[in-house]
T-cell receptor, first 115, second 117 residues
Framework: AQSVTQPDIHITVSEGASLELRCNYS??????LFWYVQSPGQGLQLLLK??????LVQGIKGFEAEFKRSQSSFNLRKPSVHWSDAAEYFC?????????????FGTGTRLTIIP | GAVVSQHPSRVICKSGTSVKIECRSL??????MFWYRQFPKQSLMLMAT?????????EQGVEKDKFLINHASLTLSTLTVTSAHPEDSSFYIC?????????????FGAGSRLTVL
């Protein structure tokens, strides 16, 4: 079965600093990969996704992620964070089975932004 | 874009009562919907896959008689927590694949926070 690991439970960065959130997955093949963001008490919003092709994907809100097959990683980056980026971030994998869209989520990384 | 609406957003109930949570796809049809459960400061755990017109598929360890799922139309799935107990208190989130979001992309509802007293 597939699994997702987000090794950082909580990260604190200063506003304007760069950010990298780590995500590693375990799966027999290349899965579909996603990053979602969750604000307190809210549902999840899709930041970006990787299905195939260019391994560097651009998302909303200035986020990007790079798929590295050799490392089974899909780390999320942002060059300069804003206070509004404070939230919980989830990496997720989906199976490459037609019509099967269920996702397996990592444990999440809580991002705190300090002035 | 595709929107998934959940209702209620918050519900408090007494132990032993049943609570129904609705999940609606707005402006798109969803033959499949997914119900997740999220404990405080933890990840989302898939509970079940709701299938329009047929029985839901439950993940291992999820009691189907406890968490009743009905997917009666192409835009509505409901989750009923029966005989709720305090340990059922959680954040329940539904999601659906929306065609205009691309294959295998789920749109999530805003979640329903259940508190059982």
């Amino acid at each position: 079965a597939q699994s997702v690991t987000q090794p950082d439970i909580h990260i604190t960065v200063s506003e304007g600093a760069s950010l990298e959130l780590r995500c590693n997955y375990s799966y027999g093949a290349t899965p579909y990969l996603f990053w979602y963001v969750q604000s307190p008490g809210q549902g999840l919003q899709l930041l970006l996704k990787y299905f195939s092709g260019d391994t560097l994907v651009q998302g909303i809100k200035g986020f990007e992620a790079e798929f590295k097959r050799s490392q089974s990683s899909f780390n999320l980056r942002k060059p300069s964070v804003h206070w509004s980026d404070a939230a919980e971030y989830f990496c997720a994998v989906g199976l490459r089975n037609f019509g099967n869209e269920k996702l397996t989520f990592g444990t999440g990384t809580r991002l705190t932004i300090i002035p | 874009g595709a929107v998934v609406s959940q209702h209620p957003s918050r519900v408090i109930c007494k132990s032993g009562t049943s609570v129904k949570i609705e999940c609606r796809s707005l402006d798109f049809q969803a033959t499949t919907m997914f119900w997740y459960r999220q404990f405080p400061k933890q990840s989302l755990m898939l509970m079940a896959t709701s299938n329009e017109g047929s029985k839901a598929t439950y993940e291992q360890g999820v009691e189907k008689d406890k968490f009743l799922i009905n997917h009666a139309s192409l835009t509505l799935s409901t989750l009923t927590v029966t005989s709720a107990h305090p340990e059922d208190s959680s954040f329940y989130i539904c999601s659906a694949p929306a065609a205009d979001s691309g294959a295998n992309v789920l749109t999530f509802g805003a979640g329903s926070r259940l508190t059982v007293l």
